[in-house]
């Protein structure tokens, strides 16, 4: 069966730092990859998503970056964080090919900018 | 831009009450999810519908689509405080195209 991994969990950063969040998936292969941020136990905003290795999708402008360097780890990075940049972030995948769709998300990582 | 409204924002009810929450859109979808988040928690998928007119039930729970596949509903029989969480839906596009999600309604229910 699949299963999606987040790392960390949580995460207290200062203002000015830089951050690394790294998503994994086990169990498919070529799916496609998806970096969500929630903000107060509302709505989610997609961020990016990927249809395969370097292959990166930016849906919002802002000091976030994110890679994929192998077919199934997805990393959402940013050089100097900003207070607004505290939130939920989740990742997500599906797979990659067409019919059902239905997409799964990781436990997320609560990232807090101090 | 594909839009998806849903409603309402928020519901408290007591336990053994029935709800129903909606979740509408102008653009037509090829297939429609529902998920459930709880609090520090990533959402579960709990039901993808695809045809227009489909009903799906899970326990206590019933899902439909609408016949023209714009619109879907949710709704819980006798609710219980394990209901409780942020129900989310998201509609389907073709291809790649990333799902679409609905800001989603808060629901609690008190024992």
């Known amino acids: 069966s699949q299963t999606i991994h987040q790392w960390p969990a949580t995460l207290v950063q200062p203002v000015g730092s830089p951050l690394s969040l790294e998503c994994t998936v086990e169990g498919t292969s070529n799916p496609n990859l998806y970096w969500y941020r929630q903000a107060a136990g509302r709505g989610l905003q997609l961020l990016f998503y990927s249809v395969g290795i370097g292959q990166i999708s930016s849906e919002v402008p802002q000091n976030l970056s994110a890679s994929r360097p192998q077919d199934r780890q997805f990393i959402l990075s940013s050089k100097k964080l900003l207070l607004s940049d505290s939130g939920f972030y989740l990742c997500a995948w599906r797979t990659g090919t067409s019919g059902l769709y239905e997409q799964y998300f990781g436990p997320g990582t609560r990232l807090t900018v101090t | 831009t594909q839009l998806l409204e849903q409603s309402p924002q928020f519901l408290s009810i007591q336990e053994g009450e029935n709800l129903t929450v909606y979740c509408n859109s102008s653009s037509v979808f090829s297939s429609l999810q529902w998920y459930r988040q709880e609090p520090g928690e990533g959402p579960v998928l709990l039901v993808t519908v695809v045809t227009g007119g489909e009903v799906k039930k899970l326990k206590r729970l019933t899902f439909q689509f609408g016949d023209a596949r714009k619109d879907s509903s949710l709704h819980i029989t006798a609710a219980q405080p394990g209901d409780t969480g942020l129900y989310l839906c998201?509609?389907?596009?073709?291809?790649?195209?990333?799902?679409?999600f609905g800001k989603g309604t808060r629901l609690s229910v008190i024992a």
């Open positions: 998201a509609g389907a596009g073709s291809g790649n195209t990333p799902l679409v």
